[in-house]
């Protein structure tokens, strides 16, 4: 009957497509098998097959197509329509912002042409107005005398000229707003800002809890070293390292020196880094989009975080102040009875240094390193460290978001560094420039 016929049809196609199955099956473990043996040279097709479906799997999550509909039944004009579609999504965007910075770039060097033309102009009317003669030598030694007429021709009434500059500095003012609304708004950045996405990945994951380890060790080092010289009576100074050889200086100074300030100053360099300089104000608005900002920022020594705080605070001015001049001539109290406040004494400490150690051409950390000596003997070391950390314009503008100081706010370090407040110190400030002085005084 039909219907027997129909039964006999479909248990027929039903062993048609175990055979296949079966057959694949085979195919692949023998082609696996003769891949491993090494007689057969290329992948498996079933491996090659699940790579290229993976493949196709992760083009499909990034293009964000919708494939929705089952693929066999599209052409394949249809399906190179949609990747096409997919791909101009993520494409087209990006040529049109190239577009609109290459257009930002052309007005800003018509801007700065055009400033340079008021300035030549002004500067040419004001020569022309000058009224001054220029007079040609003879052998004889007299002169001719003849009024400069070479700008006449070209003279800019100075009424006109200010209007000019006027216009053109308006004219200035308002593109800088327009570019730095659209950078603000296009491109997620604001002017003197650097990106977060020009940072180096790998640095934001960087852990500082070695650092601090590292600091209380040493830390401790010199807290029992100073503890045992106290005990013992002994406090090293500075007339005491006048006659002991360089390879036999007091383990106190040296674990100071090498251990406690590289450490202190390996944690500050955590995140810290140089500040761009020499932007021009026509470029500020779009910081984000020259290419001289897409490289990772230079890195900074923290003996310069000490010198920046010493210009900002105007250090010289304050210590090279006439009255504070007599006070050290004749050794008098320049407060007169009122107490030193942390911050003049580390205005004062800097300049020490850096009049001691400038001249010689010495390295940035010999120069930390004297100030860590003189604070330890004044014992203002954490005070000292706690105004540089609660300077929060330095601290915005030279240290990353990921970094230790702006995370923490050196907290901890602070509190592990309080350990050597209570013990007294005289350790020599002029160790590396000792020798040097030395041999400048003999000739």
């Known amino acids: 009957s039909e219907r027997g016929k129909q039964e006999q049809i479909e248990i027929q196609k039903e062993k048609q497509r175990e055979l296949i199955l079966q057959l694949k099956t085979q195919l692949d473990d023998l082609e696996t098998f003769a891949y491993q043996e090494g007689s057969y040279d290329s992948l498996p097709q079933s491996v090659v097959m699940e790579r290229q479906r993976m493949i196709i799997n992760e083009l499909i999550k990034k293009l964000d197509m919708d494939l929705s509909e089952d693929i066999a039944t599209l052409s394949p004009e249809e399906l190179r329509q949609r990747v096409d579609a997919a791909i101009a999504q993520i494409v087209n965007p990006a040529r049109v912002k190239e577009q609109l910075v290459e257009q930002l770039k052309t007005q800003i060097r018509d801007l700065e042409m055009f400033i340079n033309f008021i300035q030549d102009e002004v500067g040419s009317s004001g020569k022309a107005e000058d009224g001054h003669c220029e007079c040609a030598g003879r052998k004889d030694g007299g002169g001719s005398c003849k009024p400069n007429t070479r700008h006449s021709g070209n003279r800019v009434n100075p009424e006109d000229a200010r209007k000019m500059r006027e216009t053109g500095l308006h004219l200035m003012r308002r593109m800088l707003a327009v570019l730095q609304i659209f950078a603000v708004s296009q491109f997620g950045c604001a002017t003197g800002q650097i990106p977060r996405t020009l940072w180096q990945k790998d640095q934001a994951s960087k852990d500082y809890s070695p650092l601090i380890k590292k600091l209380e ?30 390879g036999g200086r007091d383990e106190l100074t040296l674990a100071v020196r090498k251990e406690l300030t590289i450490a ?9 880094y140089a500040s761009s300089q020499g932007m021009s104000l026509v470029l500020a608005p779009i910081a984000c989009l020259i290419p001289a900002f897409t490289s990772s920022p230079q890195t900074m020594h923290p003996w310069e975080l000490f010198v920046k705080y010493y210009n900002t605070k105007n250090g010289q001015a304050f210590v090279e102040s006439p009255a504070r001049k007599l006070s050290q001539s004749f050794a008098l109290p320049v407060t007169g009875g009122v107490a030193i406040t942390p911050k003049q004494s580390l205005l004062t400490a800097i300049h020490t240094v850096l009049t001691e150690h400038d001249p010689f051409k010495r390295s940035a950390d010999s120069e930390l390193k004297a100030l860590v000596c003189m604070a330890l003997n004044e014992q203002r070391l954490v005070s000292w460290v706690n105004l540089i950390c609660k300077s929060g314009a330095l601290v915005q503008s030279h240290y990353q978001p990921w970094s230790y100081m702006a995370n923490t706010g050196f907290e901890s370090a602070l509190n592990v560094l309080s350990r050597l407040s209570n013990l007294k110190f005289n350790l020599p400030v002029d160790l590396a420039v000792r020798q040097l002085k030395n041999i400048k005084d003999a000739f």
Do not use: W, Y
């Open 217 to 246: 060790l040493s830390v401790e080092q010199v807290r029992q070293l100073a503890m045992k010289h106290q005990q013992e009576g002994h406090v090293i100074s500075s007339s005491d390292l006048q006659d002991i050889p360089l």
């Open 264 to 272: 202190l100053r390996d944690l500050m360099a955590h995140g810290l």
